[in-house]
């Protein structure tokens, strides 16, 4: 299972990025899928999630209202739509698969993405 990563930039704030998380080697239906974060100095936190079997969707509070994940099985690719970018969000976003979005046991971490909101 490896994933991989892109869509990330320098944007102001209040711009927007569209992240995608494509599959590499295996397919992304039967997956969930998760959004994560780590800004310089902080520890990883949980962003978004989007499970397999219903497509139910979850936001860290942080992100409520403004970021949309959203799959696309026939690409392969999971995406995260973030709008109303803050500084605060700048961070590398990588994404990992799971058997569910509380099961904890990610794995398939990408290389990661780098976002940057700054004026």
């Known amino acids: 299972v490896q994933l991989v990563e892109s869509g990330g930039g320098l944007v102001q704030p209040g711009g927007s990025l569209r992240l995608s998380c494509a599959a590499s080697g295996f397919t992304l239906d039967g997956y969930a899928i998760g959004w994560f974060r780590q800004a310089p100095g902080k520890e990883r936190e949980g962003v978004s999630c989007?499970?397999?079997?219903?497509?139910?969707?979850y936001y860290a509070e942080a992100v409520k209202g403004r970021f949309i994940i959203s799959r696309d099985n026939a690409k392969n690719t999971v995406y995260l739509q973030m709008n109303s970018l803050k500084p605060e969000d700048t961070a590398v976003y990588s994404c990992a698969a799971d058997q569910g979005c509380f099961r904890a046991r990610w794995k398939g971490w990408g290389q990661g993405t780098q976002v940057t909101v700054s004026s």
């Open positions: 989007i499970e397999s079997s219903d497509g139910s969707t």
